[in-house]
Nanobody, 121 residues
């Protein structure tokens, strides 16, 4: 069974940085796109950033210039480096990945459980 586990969330001051990680485990044959989403209290979940298996990236306007996503394919892990954090970045951050399992070989989307990020002085 495939699992995504995020880590690295916590409390940061405005202007500070945090690095989130999301590790995939289980019977993984191949991982395609890996993405980050976030959901602030009382708001819809929104796209933050994504990275393809060949490391092409895409960012929401709110993340451009401040956040960087990367991946380590050998570790089945995706990262989100968040710099110049703002209070409006406060949210639960979720990892999403398109994964094909051994024996199935078709991709399906998996979500992690989320890691909370709070930006406050």
């Amino acid at each position: 069974q495939v699992q995504l586990v995020e880590s690295g969330g916590g409390l940061a001051q405005p202007g500070g940085s945090l690095r989130l990680s999301c590790a995939a485990s289980g019977r993984i044959f191949r991982i395609g796109h890996m993405s980050w989403y976030r959901q602030a209290p009382g708001k819809e979940r929104e796209f933050v950033a994504s990275i393809t298996s060949s490391a092409s990236t895409n960012y929401a306007d709110s993340a451009k210039g401040r956040f960087t996503t990367s991946r380590d394919n050998a570790k089945n892990t995706v990262y989100l480096q968040m710099n110049s954090l703002k209070p409006e970045d406060t949210a639960v951050y979720y990892c999403n990945a398109d994964i094909a399992e051994w024996g199935v070989y078709s991709f399906r989307a998996y979500w992690g459980q989320g890691t909370p990020v709070t930006v406050s002085s």
